[in-house]
């Protein structure tokens, strides 16, 4: 399994720990062969690039997007990861000058 092999050889799921991975999808199967039980994709939505994602996790997909511009389309695009966020760069916290967090 790609990553989610520790230095001991125990995986995650032996553990029953989650492991994800930040945006990767090129020539994976699956999630076992991802080696890999969600990731967190970014923009996809904005690079057209959620439907790969998808291949590989099914619903197992989180998208954090950038771009305020065509929010209202990305939620109601029904291919859109269930699990969908608008984000602003910096990832301010709330009272933070340009903070954004919306979900669809």
Avoid: H, K
């Avoid at 050889?9 to 999808?25: D, K, N």
């Amino acid at each position: 399994m790609n990553g989610s092999t520790g230095a001991s050889g125990r995986t995650g799921a032996r553990l029953a720990a989650v492991i994800a991975v930040l945006a990767t999808a090129a020539g994976c199967a699956g999630p076992a062969e991802a080696g890999y039980d969600f990731v967190v994709a970014e923009a996809c939505a904005q690079y057209d690039e959620c439907g790969a994602y998808a291949d590989v996790y099914g619903g197992a997909v989180i998208d954090v997007e950038y771009e305020a511009d065509g929010w209202a389309a990305v939620c109601g695009d029904p291919a859109q990861p269930v699990s969908t966020v608008l984000r602003d760069r910096e990832l301010g916290t709330p009272g933070d000058e340009g903070y954004v967090l919306e979900t669809c």
